[in-house]
C-alpha cells in the first residue's frame, strides 16, 4: 500500500492544528508519527485514515499501482485507537462475527477461536465485553483491526494499557503487517518508536 | 455613497407615492357596493361633462363621467365651491339605486391625476402590499440565498461560504418577523382575526420554525466546521420537504389571501395580469429597494464578519 | 452494499433486544399518552375524525421520543468511528433506515391497535385503506426522521433538538397523512384520497433520495 500526501492541514474553529505536512509511505514500511501531546498526530492519523477530512491537501492511497478511493478505503484498512469503543453489549466472539459479517467475510467458530487466541484474549467467554479491562479492551481493538487482513494498519499509541505480554503481541502484529503491508503508528514511546522505519514530528500548536 | 442615498430616497418616495396615492373608484364599484349595502359610501373619482343643474328634491346634480367613461348623475346636497370651473372631483359617495343617481357624501378634492383601484373588500387597507408582500418575498429569496451558499459550502468547504448562509438566514429571519408581524396585523382588520391558518399564513409560519430550528441548530454544535455541515444539511432538507405545502394546503384549508388558488373575488389586485399598472410599478418598484436593502444588509455584515475576523487575528 | 446494510440493521435489532433500551419505554409512553387522553376525554364524545387527529398526535410524540435513539446511541457510547470503519456511509444511513423504520412500524400498529380497543368512538369506515396509509404515513415518519437523527446525534443538547428540527420538515407529511386518514375514517373516497397518498409517496421518495445524498456529509466528521 502506497499513501502519499501533500500540504495537509487541518484547522478547527478557524484555528489551524498543523498545516503543510507532506510524507509518503511505501509498502513494507513501519511509518511513525511522533509530536509532543496536542500537536495534532491523532487528527493526522484519522486524516490519513480518510475519518476526517483535511481543511487543506490531498493525500492519495494506491495498491500495486492502483488508486483506492478515500471511500472505499474502509475496506483495505485497519484501525486501531483509544478513542475508539466497541460494541459493549455483545461478547468478544459476537463482536468479532458482526464485525466480519459487516464486511462480508465468513468467519467460524475456529477463526474466532484463533484470533482471540492470537491477542492472548480467553475464548471461552460468553459475557458482554462491557466486563473486560482496559488491557482486554485493547487486545480487541487489534483484533478489529487485523479481522480482514488489511493492507494498511493504523495504530493509535497501540501500547497503550498492555503489559509485557501485550506489548509482544503488538509488535508481532507490526512485524507480521510489515511482510505484506504497510503500518502507521501514532506514538510517543520509544519502544514503539524504535519499531519504524521512519519517522515524521507533527509540529502543531500545543 | 451616492447609491445607499439613491436607495434611501427610493424606497422613501415610493413608500409616500404607495401611502398617498388616492383610491378611487368608479360606477363599476359603487353599484356592486349598493347591491351590499345602501348606507356605505366609498371613495370615488369623476369628471364632470356640464354645468350644476338644481334638483327637484333640492340640491344639484352634475352629469358626471367616470374613469371608464361611463355616464351617471352625481348629485350634491349643496353646491360645491367653484363648481363652474372645476374638471372633476374626488369624493366618498353611494349610489341610490331607486333616484339612480350617485349620492355625493363628502368631496375630498380634485380629480387626481392617478389613483389606485377601489377593492371591495380591501379598500384603504390594499396598501399593505407595497410593504407586506416585498418583505414575504425576501423572506424567500433570503432562504434560498442561504440554501445556495449552504450547498457551495458543503462543495468547497470554505467558511466564508457558511458566513453568507448565515447572514442570508438572519435577515430571511427578521424579514419573515416583518412580514408575519404585518400580515397578521392587517388580518386583524380585514379578516377579524390575527391568526386564521390561511395556507399563505401557514407557509410562512413554518418558515419562521425553519429559521428558528436552524439557528438552534447552530448553537448546539461547537465545532465551526461541523456547525456549518450540519447546518447547510438542514437548510437543504427543509428547503426540499417545504414546498409541499403547496401542494397540501389548498386541500385542507380555503385560502383567503387575494390570488389564492380559489379566490375567484380579488378582482384587479393580484390575479396574473389583471393589477392595476400603478399599483404593479410601485409595488415592482418597493420589491427592487427591498432586494438593493438585502443586498446592502448583506454587505454591512460580511464587513462586521471581517472586522470580528481580524480582532480575533483569524483573518485568513 | 445491500448486503452490509442489512448487517447494521442486524446488530441495531440484536443490541435493542438485549438492552430493550429504547422498546421498553416506548411502549409505555405509548400506553401512558393513551391514559392521559382517555382520562381527558372522559364523558366526552368526539368524532371519529377529531379522534384521528389525536392519534396522529400519538404517533408524532413516539416517533420523537424513539426514533433519534439509533444514531444517538452510536454517538454516545462512541461507536460512530467504529461503525464508519466498517461501512460505506450509504450502507449505515440504509441500514438505520431499515431499523427505524421497524421500530416505528412495530410502535404504530401497537398505538392503532390500542386505540381500536380502547375507543368505542373510533370506528373505520375502510380498514383496509386505513392501514395502508398507516403504513405510508410510518414509511414518511422513519424516512424524515432518520436523516434529522443523524444531525441531531452530532450536537449537544440532542434531546430537546430533535422534535424543533423534525417538526417542519415532518408537516406537510402529517397534513397528507391525517387528511388521508380522516378519509378513511369517515367516508372513503378513492378519488379524494388519490392526491393525498400520491403526495404521502412523493414526499418519501424526495426525503430519502435527499437523505442518502447528504447523509456522508452529517455522518463524516
Known amino acids: 500500500m502506497q499513501i502519499s500526501a501533500t500540504g495537509i492541514g487541518k484547522k478547527f474553529n478557524r484555528r489551524s492544528i498543523f498545516r503543510e505536512v507532506d510524507f509518503s509511505v511505501e509498502t513494507g514500511e513501519v511509518f511513525g508519527i511522533i509530536g509532543r501531546n496536542g500537536s495534532g498526530k491523532s487528527t493526522l492519523l484519522r486524516i490519513i485514515g480518510g475519518l476526517l477530512s483535511p481543511s487543506a491537501g490531498s493525500i492519495s492511497y494506491g495498491i500495486n499501482g492502483t488508486d483506492v478511493s478515500v471511500e472505499h478505503l474502509h475496506r483495505v484498512m485497519g484501525y486501531a485507537a483509544p478513542y475508539l469503543t466497541l460494541y459493549e453489549e455483545f461478547s468478544a466472539a459476537e463482536n468479532i462475527a458482526l464485525y466480519a459479517k459487516i464486511r462480508g467475510l465468513q468467519k467460524g467458530s475456529s477463526d474466532i477461536a484463533a484470533l482471540l487466541d492470537r491477542v492472548g484474549l480467553p475464548t471461552d467467554r460468553k459475557d458482554p465485553i462491557r466486563a473486560y479491562s482496559s488491557g482486554m479492551m485493547q487486545r480487541m481493538k487489534l483484533i478489529f483491526s487485523i479481522l480482514h487482513e488489511p493492507p494498511l494498519l493504523l495504530l493509535d499509541e497501540p501500547i497503550s494499557n498492555l503489559d509485557r505480554e501485550g506489548m509482544a503481541v503488538v509488535y508481532d502484529i507490526v512485524a507480521e503487517q510489515k511482510k505484506t503491508g504497510t503500518v502507521i503508528i501514532a506514538t510517543n514511546d520509544d519502544e514503539d518508536i524504535a519499531q519504524c522505519d521512519r519517522t515524521l514530528r507533527v509540529e502543531g500548536r500545543a | 455613497m451616492w447609491w445607499k442615498l439613491l436607495l434611501f430616497f427610493w424606497i422613501a418616495a415610493f413608500s409616500a407615492v404607495g401611502l398617498v396615492t388616492p383610491i378611487a373608484g368608479s360606477l363599476t364599484e359603487l353599484s356592486m357596493i349598493a347591491q351590499w349595502s345602501a348606507e356605505k359610501a366609498i371613495p370615488v373619482k369623476f369628471r364632470t361633462a356640464g354645468e350644476p343643474v338644481s334638483a327637484e328634491d333640492g340640491g344639484w346634480v352634475i352629469r358626471g363621467t367616470d374613469k371608464h367613461g361611463h355616464d351617471a348623475d352625481f348629485h350634491f346636497s349643496a353646491i360645491p365651491e367653484n363648481a363652474g370651473t372645476r374638471d372633476g372631483y374626488l369624493a366618498t359617495a353611494r349610489y341610490d339605486t331607486t333616484a339612480h343617481r350617485v349620492e355625493v357624501v363628502e368631496v375630498l378634492g380634485e380629480y387626481p391625476g392617478f389613483s389606485f383601484p377601489f377593492i371591495p373588500g380591501l379598500e384603504e387597507r390594499a396598501k399593505i402590499i407595497f410593504f407586506h408582500v416585498p418583505m414575504a418575498w425576501m423572506t424567500v429569496v433570503a432562504f434560498l440565498v442561504s440554501m445556495w451558499f449552504g450547498i457551495q459550502y458543503l462543495r468547497k468547504k470554505d467558511l466564508e461560504d457558511d458566513f453568507r448562509s448565515v447572514a442570508s438566514a438572519g435577515l430571511g429571519l427578521l424579514f419573515c418577523v416583518l412580514a408575519t408581524t404585518t400580515g397578521s396585523l392587517w388580518a386583524k382588520f380585514n379578516w377579524g382575526s390575527f391568526w386564521n391558518w390561511d395556507p399563505r399564513q401557514t407557509s410562512i409560519f413554518v418558515l419562521l420554525l425553519v429559521y428558528g430550528a436552524y439557528f438552534a441548530l447552530r448553537s448546539a454544535v461547537e465545532i465551526e466546521e461541523k456547525k456549518a455541515t450540519l447546518s447547510a444539511v438542514y437548510n437543504i432538507i427543509a428547503a426540499a420537504t417545504v414546498p409541499f405545502f403547496i401542494f397540501i394546503m389548498p386541500r385542507i384549508m380555503p385560502g383567503l389571501h387575494p390570488g389564492s388558488a380559489d379566490d375567484n373575488s380579488a378582482g384587479p389586485v393580484v390575479s396574473s395580469g389583471g393589477m392595476d399598472a400603478i399599483m404593479r410599478f410601485v409595488l415592482y418598484s418597493m420589491l427592487g429597494g427591498f432586494l438593493v436593502l438585502y443586498g446592502w444588509l448583506m454587505r454591512i455584515q460580511g464587513r462586521l464578519h471581517r472586522i470580528k475576523l481580524k480582532r480575533a487575528e483569524l483573518a485568513p | ?221
Open chain 3, 1 to 221: 452494499m445491500l448486503k452490509q446494510a442489512f448487517a447494521i440493521f442486524w446488530k441495531d435489532l440484536a443490541s435493542e433486544l438485549r438492552t430493550r433500551y429504547a422498546i421498553n419505554a416506548l411502549l409505555m409512553f405509548v400506553v401512558v399518552t393513551l391514559a392521559v387522553i382517555m382520562f381527558a376525554l372522559v364523558g366526552e364524545t368526539l368524532s371519529p375524525g377529531a379522534l384521528t387527529g389525536m392519534l396522529w398526535v400519538v404517533m408524532f410524540f413516539a416517533a420523537m421520543s424513539g426514533l433519534s435513539r439509533s444514531f444517538v446511541a452510536e454517538e454516545e457510547r462512541g461507536t460512530s468511528m467504529t461503525l464508519q470503519l466498517l461501512a460505506t456511509p450509504t450502507a449505515i444511513y440504509l441500514g438505520k433506515l431499515l431499523f427505524n423504520l421497524l421500530l416505528v412500524l412495530a410502535l404504530n400498529i401497537f398505538i392503532v391497535l390500542l386505540f381500536l380497543l380502547t375507543m368505542d368512538q373510533f370506528t373505520v369506515a375502510q380498514i383496509d385503506l386505513f392501514w395502508f396509509v398507516i403504513l405510508l404515513g410510518s414509511i414518511g415518519i422513519a424516512s424524515a426522521t432518520t436523516i434529522i437523527a443523524a444531525i441531531i446525534a452530532k450536537a449537544n443538547t440532542k434531546g430537546t433538538l430533535f422534535p424543533v428540527l423534525s417538526f417542519p420538515v415532518i408537516l406537510p407529511l402529517l397534513m397528507a397523512g391525517i387528511s388521508a386518514t380522516k378519509i378513511a375514517v369517515e367516508e372513503p373516497m378513492w378519488d379524494t384520497v388519490w392526491p393525498d397518498l400520491q403526495l404521502l409517496g412523493s414526499y418519501i421518495v424526495v426525503v430519502i433520495t435527499i437523505s442518502f445524498l447528504l447523509f456522508e456529509f452529517v455522518w463524516k466528521d
